[in-house]
């Protein structure tokens, strides 16, 4: 198993997994390696070694650049896009060159794939929308389906993260500071995803047969003002003021138009059919393991 993005909250979490199962795993890196599990590669000059490819029978990719960071400058902006694409198409490319490529590829993608698109039940089949998020998407997952054809390909869609890291990290700091706050009109849906269930997720999918697009979210769909309110509640703190929709468009711009205001309500119909089941099936479970595992 080779990992690329495997030092960031999901990588962590996914190498934890796999190595509970006994699965050797290797990753790649952008500094010199520290042990023979580590391998040195750099994406954005599309060098890696495709040798490293041959004994490897599966890679999982989650590399990119913060979508967090705000302002989404012109110049972030073109950070976010080249970023995923340049490490996508390296590993791609190095696995068609490979002598023996992996039989598995999981490539990280995103729910911006959708757009905003309020009241509409968002499958893995539903068109792509508008903004800058689902054109990132697209080149993404173009990216991804250079693998050779031997090679099965699954794009991951992924949307907010419940873990210590990530989206969630400014959430919960302003929700124990006695700052939490109902964002907009509270009613847009949040696609959501525990942590553990983000990489027990990929780690069903590596021996799946499924391919192309996954969506990874929870089974129950969650407006902003439940996730925001349950969060408050497990921290035992209030939940007492409103960030109006203006305020926010002018503040954070095209990122907090597309990251907290956009309404997609993802459902996991893919994951769902395939059998996997989830440990967290409300958001409310999520966040209570979240911060119980915290103390």
Same mark, same amino acid.
């Given at each position: ?12 979490? #996914?190498q934890r ?8 795993v ?8 520290? &042990? ?12 890696? +070694?495709?040798?490293? @490819?041959?004994?490897? +029978? ?8 913060s ?9 972030w902006?073109?950070?976010? #896009?080249?970023s !995923? ?17 992996? &039989? ?10 959708? =757009?905003? !698109? ?6 893995? +089949?539903?068109?792509?929308? +508008?903004?800058f @998020? %689902? ?10 389906? @250079? %693998?050779p ?5 699954? *794009?991951?869609? *992924?949307?907010?993260?419940i ?11 302003l929700?124990?500071?006695?700052? =939490?706050?109902?964002?907009?009109? =509270?009613g ?13 997720a *990929? !780690?069903?999918?590596?021996? &799946?047969?499924?391919? =192309?697009?996954?969506? #990874?979210a929870?089974? *129950? ?9 349950? #969060? %408050? ?14 305020l ?24 769902l ?8 099936e &409300? ?13």
């Amino acid at each position: 198993m080779l990992i690329a993005g495997a030092s960031g909250m999901i990588g962590t979490e #996914l190498q934890r997994q796999l190595r509970a199962e006994g699965h050797e795993v290797r990753t790649l890196v952008r500094r010199s390696p520290r &042990s023979e599990t580590e391998f040195a590669w750099s994406p954005e000059s599309r060098v890696l +070694d495709a040798r490293i @490819l041959d004994d490897v +029978d599966a890679v999982v990719n989650l590399s990119g650049a913060s979508i967090s960071r705000i302002p989404w400058t012109r110049g972030w902006k073109k950070r976010i #896009l080249d970023s !995923r694409v340049a490490a996508t198409r390296a590993l791609a490319e190095a696995m068609g060159m490979a002598e023996s490529p992996p &039989s598995t590829f999981i490539s990280g993608s995103a729910v911006g794939f959708y =757009g905003d !698109r309020p009241a509409v039940r968002l499958t893995e +089949d539903s068109p792509r929308g +508008d903004g800058f @998020l %689902a054109d990132v998407v697209e080149a993404w997952e173009e990216a991804a389906h @250079l %693998a050779p054809e031997a090679t099965r390909t699954v *794009t991951i869609r *992924t949307g907010l993260v419940i873990g210590t890291g990530g989206a969630m990290a400014p959430l919960r700091l302003l929700t124990s500071l006695g700052a =939490g706050a109902r964002i907009g009109t =509270g009613g847009q849906h949040w696609p959501w995803i525990s942590l553990h269930d983000e990489a027990a997720a *990929t !780690r069903h999918l590596l021996t &799946s047969t499924l391919r =192309g697009a996954v969506n #990874l979210a929870g089974p *129950t769909p969650a407006t902003s003002d439940r996730v925001t309110r349950s #969060l %408050a509640t497990a921290l035992h703190r209030w939940h007492p003021f409103v960030l109006p929709e203006p305020l926010i468009a002018l503040g954070m711009g095209e990122a907090g138009r597309e990251l907290l205001l956009a309404s997609q309500k993802v459902v996991p119909a893919k994951l769902l059919a395939d059998g996997f089941r989830f440990r967290h099936e &409300s958001v409310e479970q999520a966040i209570a393991a979240l911060v119980h595992s915290d103390r």
